[in-house]
């Protein structure tokens, strides 16, 4: 064979007709005819539910040239599910209607790509009906599993609705890892959803977005950019459609609060004073905020401790409007783990004795001397270990850490490794030359949240999302996922956690960009939004709840420096 016939082999053996149609199906080219094959590909396997996703997120994050002749092309198989009580030209106002709802979320219209309304059927989805005494039902069952530190909590929140005066009614539920915070927020949800009162859930990460039902993150529900600032302010304007919905929520759960920086809290005082029109606290909302602040501050990249503390919500003036409400009492503490568990906490509050540079001495009986995959995940992989995988993780410091880790588990996990590579360029500004950043460095860079160049993946690994896709279907940056099927142009996944568990996805190639101001130019990936979650960085699994957990420390660790 020689070299031209090898440029154009693609797979299976498979020779193209030209170098280019090979580059093009490798995923080295993009354009409308690599967003036909990925809808051809969801086509055979995948719903119509998920298929306007995927067509959404086309439209969104991919820019096709004529989204007319995608719409055209594969609205038949969109509508499926509206195709039995209904005729023809209602299916299609249906499928159209269902899609410029996903596009609204991001500000956007079908009219903007060129999809036009069915003028003939106005057709528009009936608001979700609330079931009452489904709802309070599930509230009592949980009201009655609260333990005594629960049930006090509970009955402060529940009483401020009750009361006529507006004082009084933000709370901040302070709890430790396995406290049962997320127990505690799902039986408020319930509980006030049954008696009528309409309850919007929001958290922090993407990663806890989904523990809650109907949960958003904070960025997601308020729409705030996705690196808020102290100069940050909402896009929600008074009277739209998202003002109204917000005016409708008599309370508030916000979890992982203590991750989020105080002017976070503050842009969210001043947006709710605004659609309210009252200049109380939070336009006297209940509010009901939880975390742990023995846990880790917000993210501030190379800030020394005082700016740490600075931007943590403990030095927000809001913070005096709240109740402070202690959970102490740890529900997942197993035989034999009291005294670490304990020590944790004295961990946390600062008890432990120290040297001079306030560093601690872990104790010996939890420290491992032999390999630390072999401890969590095993030295072979089976089949049969896949649907725990995710139950399973090992945390590192930083990102490079957890990638060698990733690199590491991949290996072991049983199957054929599919590589799928990236096409990067770069935006220049200053009049800055594109050619001073070669390709090849372009494709050695993994920014904070964005894929690798080489994407390697095997079915049954676990993966973590990088972009919102869905966050209304839970599909929020942070949230991991089982591979199921890879193919040429989609991998077909599965969300492993929160209350959209075992619900399928299916991921296309977007272009991405990251949010990392420290590069001296925009750079473009193209490339599936995933990346291994064996492993993730301390940061990552706030909030989250393992079987088996290990800890990586190759080097001192301190908020300063983990992320």
């Known amino acids: 064979m020689d070299y031209g016939d090898f440029l154009r082999f693609f797979l299976h053996g498979q020779l193209c007709q030209t170098f280019i149609e090979a580059a093009r199906r490798r995923g080295l080219l993009h354009d409308d005819t690599e967003y036909e094959r990925c809808l051809t590909e969801a086509v055979l396997f995948q719903v119509p539910q998920q298929l306007r996703t995927l067509f959404c997120v086309i439209l969104l994050y991919c820019n096709p040239t004529k989204p007319i002749n995608l719409w055209n092309s594969f609205k038949g198989h969109m509508t499926e599910d509206f195709m039995q009580h209904v005729d023809a030209e209602t299916v299609e106002a249906m499928t159209f209607y269902s899609i410029e709802e996903k596009l609204e979320e991001h500000g956007r219209r079908c009219s903007e790509f060129g999809i036009p309304s069915p003028i003939s059927v106005p057709y528009e989805f009936e608001s979700k009906i609330i079931n009452k005494k489904a709802e309070l039902r599930i509230g009592q069952e949980m009201y009655a599993l609260l333990n005594q530190d629960q049930l006090p909590a509970a009955d402060k929140v529940l009483a401020a609705h009750h009361k006529q005066s507006n004082n009084g009614t933000c709370f901040f539920i302070d ?188 104790p010996r009986s939890r420290m491992l001397d032999g390999n630390l995959v072999d401890e969590i995940f095993g030295q072979h992989i089976s089949i049969n270990d896949i649907p725990t995988l995710y139950n399973r993780t090992i945390l590192c410091p930083k990102n490079q850490h957890s990638f060698l880790v990733n690199e590491e588990v991949l290996q072991r996990l049983p199957g054929t490794e599919t590589t799928y590579t990236s096409v990067d360029d770069v935006e220049c500004e200053d009049g800055d030359d594109v050619t001073n950043y070669p390709t090849e460095f372009l494709n050695s860079l993994t920014p904070l949240g964005m894929p690798p160049h080489k994407l390697k993946l095997k079915p049954g690994a676990i993966v973590m999302l990088l972009h919102n896709l869905d966050v209304k279907q839970g599909l929020c940056k942070g949230i991991r996922l089982i591979v199921r099927r890879l193919q040429n142009h989609t991998i077909d996944c599965e969300v492993a956690t929160g209350s959209n568990k075992g619900s399928r996805v299916i991921i296309p190639r977007i272009t991405m960009t990251p949010s990392d101001i420290f590069l001296p130019f925009k750079l473009r990936r ?30 001192l660790v301190c908020n300063e420096n983990i992320w």
Do not use: C
């Open 175 to 362: 709890g430790p890892g396995g406290t049962g915070k997320t127990h505690l927020y799902n039986t408020l949800y319930h509980l006030f959803m049954g008696q009528g009162i309409y309850v919007m859930s929001v958290a922090w990460t993407g990663i806890d977005a989904g523990l809650l039902p109907e949960e958003r993150t904070v960025h997601s529900r308020f729409k705030f950019p996705v690196s808020i600032l102290e100069t940050s302010t909402s896009s929600i304007r008074p009277h739209s459609k998202e003002a109204e919905e917000i005016k409708k929520a008599e309370v508030f759960i916000w979890d992982e609060a203590a991750m989020a920086p105080s002017y976070a809290l503050k842009a969210v005082d001043i947006l709710l004073r605004d659609i309210m029109n009252i200049n109380l606290p939070f336009g006297g909302k209940i509010m009901v905020l939880g975390g742990d602040f023995r846990q880790v501050l917000p993210v501030t990249r190379f800030g020394n401790r005082s700016e740490l503390i600075a931007a943590s919500l403990k030095s927000s003036d809001l913070l005096s409007s709240f109740k402070v409400i202690h959970l102490s009492q740890n529900m997942r503490t197993g035989p034999g783990e009291e005294e670490f568990s304990k020590w944790l906490i004295q961990l946390g509050n600062g008890e432990l004795p120290s040297n001079e540079y306030d560093e601690i001495d872990l």
């Open 526 to 555: 193209h490339q599936f939004p995933i990346r291994l979650s064996f492993s993730m960085t301390i940061n990552e699994s706030q909030g989250q709840t393992f079987e088996r957990l290990g800890l990586l420390l190759p080097q």
